[in-house]
């Protein structure tokens, strides 16, 4: 896919504040510093669209980018660690269950996951209560340059291992690094796929 035109639109505090839902959303979560903003901006052949910190939870609101006039990338607060006070992350908290079980044109949710540690249970816990919710999403392994791909490999499977612990079959992934470009077809591939479904079902409903 080409990346003809990207800019950012809004920064959301809450559902309410999302714009008009007649676009498709592809939304990007995880941990603090896992990469987020990083992977976007690789994903949309920018350098700085998405900010990159070096502080942990950085990302305080929705923030909504419009790419080529015809679906939204939304780049979501972090889950876990955050030098922000309780309260407030206990506010994010439930502004992003309204968001993630509300948002009927959220097509899907990318959970990125380090592929440098050992599975974490705020991850696993994440991806866990997706699955109960019943939300579209896929697991998006980062950083898969900063390591051997042997060790990328066996960590990947332990975090696996991890979730056929509590699923049936695992989930759709990808895996990802943000200085080799690894991944970034295969998840535009997915957009594009998943978008043109999206249309075709808007126009059987019209």
């Known amino acids: 896919m080409l990346i003809e035109s990207a800019k950012f639109t809004i920064s959301a505090a809450s559902l309410k504040d999302c714009p008009k839902g007649d676009l498709p959303e592809y939304a990007f979560i995880g941990r603090s510093n896992v990469g987020k903003s990083s992977l976007i901006n690789t994903l949309l052949q920018r350098n700085e669209l998405a900010r990159t910190s070096s502080t942990p939870g950085k990302t305080i609101t929705m923030n909504y980018f419009l790419i080529n006039e015809d679906w939204y990338v939304v780049d979501l607060p972090g889950y876990g660690y955050a030098k922000r006070s309780k309260t407030l992350r206990s506010a994010w908290e439930k502004s992003l269950w309204q968001y993630l079980k509300s948002r009927e044109n959220l097509v899907n949710l990318f959970v990125l996951v380090d592929s440098r540690i050992p599975p974490q249970e705020k991850d696993l816990t994440f991806i866990n ?3 109960e919710a019943g ?4 697991i998006v ?12 490999e066996e960590n990947i499977k332990q975090f696996e291992a991890k979730l056929l612990e509590n699923w049936e079959e695992l989930p759709s992934s990808f895996q990802t690094s943000s200085v080799s470009k ?3 077809e ?3 591939k997915f ?3 998943h978008s043109k479904n999206w249309y075709q079902d808007l126009q059987r409903k019209l």
């Open 186 to 188: 295969e998840l535009l």
């Open 135 to 138: 939300i579209p999403f896929s």
């Open 129 to 131: 209560e997706l699955g």
């Open 191 to 193: 957009i594009v796929k």
């Open 182 to 184: 690894l991944g970034k």
């Open 141 to 152: 392994y980062t950083k898969l340059d900063k390591l051997k791909a042997i060790e990328a």
